[in-house]
């Protein structure tokens, strides 16, 4: 993508509205102001809305709208912007845009205004990212943790990080360039390893914290798992409040498994509803019973379902067993309250090494029970997103993260190794790299011109 050429695009959702947004950035984007609305007066102030007339290139009335002009770089993407801000409605923003067009704009490629943004500094990654988290947050934790990182709170811890990490750079380089010279310069090693296992340390938090960010930025992964007719779609549908899930006494009535969101104290819940576990001759419902194993691996809750009235199997108290050892949340649901419970003491004992275990009745109307299970949902929720600190969100987050974890550890080893500086130098760009991809914002000119700069080595 050539950042050349005036781009434009209509910038509100389609559909009409009462107001419509068309924007243009690029050095062609006062020529189409002008050219749009030909009365627009020379030296109107920037960043000020006017109203006004806006025509096509065949001088036909389009809308009276506000226009404004925002000349780079104090603008969104750093460049010359215009805005149209006109009425609402497909026809208009769609001859507006045309005429944007034809004037001499072309049209922008999705991101493209907050990826020229980027390129133009007025964002690092972590913030471009968290523009387009900001616009597609449906939860409040979601919109709350693409806040921070608009506002630049992972961008600005890693390159807090990046600094540190070049300071140790600086250090190792300079003994490497000056080391053929009558001195022999000696890196000073508990300098440079106490800044290595800083930043070690920071990134390993971080990487601590991964899965609150993404639960925070994806939602909850709730999992409901169970023998076949334990009551599963039946709480599914009451949780979401829907018939979604199909319901039958039939068992082996779920063969895949079905996701919804909804949500709990301001946090997003990935409900998924399973196909019943149980040994069976069915292969498309073996595959869907592979799938229900795949979504307990990759749940962050599991809810339990179990027809009391049925009782346990012995695989059943395996699974719980495990679960109860495991640190993964539970909640237990013993189903179909209305009929006569089928658990000896044993399986008590087992029901009481859950912190969350009820009671209910979910054929029924109102369901007996469910509230304390959604009651439980929303602590466990909460619990499993909240907490201090600066958060990675993403996958891409937690790679850069994990590769500069893994050269530093190198970088360590071999400081303690007294490995030679060249190679300690490149573990350390290394890291730097991974962290720098994070940011999108590292080059080495800036670690030569760091060296000659604040470190004058006597020359
Ligand atoms: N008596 C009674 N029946 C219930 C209760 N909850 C659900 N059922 C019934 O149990 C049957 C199975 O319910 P489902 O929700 O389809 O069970 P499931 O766990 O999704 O089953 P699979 O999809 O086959 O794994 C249905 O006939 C429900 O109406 C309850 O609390 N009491
Ligand atoms: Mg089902």
């Known amino acids: 993508m050539s950042m050349s050429k005036t781009i434009a695009a209509i910038a509100t959702p389609s559909g009409r509205g009462g107001v419509g947004i068309v924007r243009v950035s690029g050095k062609k984007s006062h020529d189409i102001l002008t050219r749009l609305v030909p009365d627009w007066p020379e030296n109107f102030d920037a960043h000020r809305l006017r109203l006004s007339h806006i025509h096509d290139l065949k001088g036909e009335l389009v809308d009276e709208s506000l226009a404004v002009f925002?000349?780079?770089?104090?603008?969104?993407?750093?460049?010359?912007?215009v805005e149209f801000q006109c009425h609402g409605g497909p026809v208009i923003l769609r001859r507006v845009l045309d005429a944007a067009l034809e004037a001499g704009a072309r049209i922008a490629e999705p991101g493209e205004f907050t990826q020229r943004a980027f390129l133009n500094g007025r964002l690092d990654l972590t913030q471009a990212e968290a523009v387009a988290d900001l616009v597609n947050a449906t939860s409040a934790s979601a919109h709350q943790l693409a806040l921070e990182h608009l506002q630049g709170s992972l961008g600005d811890e890693i390159t807090d990080l990046v600094e540190v990490l070049m300071e140790a750079v600086v250090l190792v380089e300079a003994a490497i360039d000056f080391s053929h010279e009558e001195h022999v310069y000696q890196i000073e090693t508990d300098e440079v390893g106490r800044r290595i296992v800083d930043v070690y340390?920071?990134?390993h938090t971080l990487r601590q914290r991964f899965d609150r960010g993404r639960r925070q930025r994806e939602g909850v992964r709730a999992v409901i798992l169970g023998r076949t007719n334990a009551g599963k779609s039946t709480l599914f549908n009451a949780l979401h409040g829907?018939?979604?899930?199909?319901?039958?006494?039939?068992?082996?009535t779920t063969r895949d498994f079905l996701e919804e969101e909804l949500h709990l104290e301001g946090v997003a819940i990935r409900l998924v509803d399973t196909a019943g576990l149980r040994n069976t001759g069915d292969r498309v419902e073996s595959l869907g019973i592979e799938r229900s194993r795949e979504m307990?691996?990759?749940?962050?809750?599991?809810?339990?379902?179990?027809?009391?009235?049925?009782?346990?199997?012995?695989?059943?108290?395996r699974q719980l067993h495990k679960l109860a050892e495991s640190d993964r949340p539970a909640i237990i649901i013993c189903n179909k309250s209305d009929r006569p419970a089928a658990f000896?003491?044993?399986?008590?004992?087992?029901?009481?090494?859950?912190?969350?275990?009820?009671?209910?009745?979910?054929?029924?109307?109102?369901?007996?029970?469910?509230?304390?299970?959604?009651?439980?949902?929303?602590?466990?929720?909460?619990?499993?997103?909240?907490?201090e600190g600066v958060l990675l969100s993403r996958a891409r987050h937690l790679e850069g993260v994990v590769d500069a974890m893994e050269s530093l550890q190198r970088a360590r080893q071999g400081l303690k190794m007294q490995m030679e500086h060249e190679l300690l130098a490149i573990d350390l760009r290394e890291a730097l790299d991974a962290l720098g991809r994070i940011t999108g914002k590292i080059d080495t000119d800036d670690i030569l011109e760091r060296i000659f700069s604040d470190f004058c080595v006597g020359k």
Not at 70 to 81: L, N
């Open 344 to 387: 000896d003491d044993d399986d008590r004992r087992l029901l009481e090494r859950f912190e969350h275990c009820f009671k209910t009745n979910l054929a029924a109307e109102p369901p007996p029970g469910l509230e304390a299970v959604v009651d439980a949902m929303a602590k466990v929720a909460v619990e499993l997103t909240a907490g």
């Open 242 to 252: 829907t018939d979604r899930a199909i319901v039958t006494d039939v068992a082996g």
């Open 296 to 317: 307990e691996r990759r749940a962050d809750l599991v809810i339990w379902v179990v027809d009391r009235s049925e009782g346990f199997h012995s695989e059943d108290r």
């Open 70 to 81: 925002m000349p780079g770089p104090k603008s969104y993407t750093g460049e010359d912007v």
């Open 201 to 203: 340390d920071r990134l």
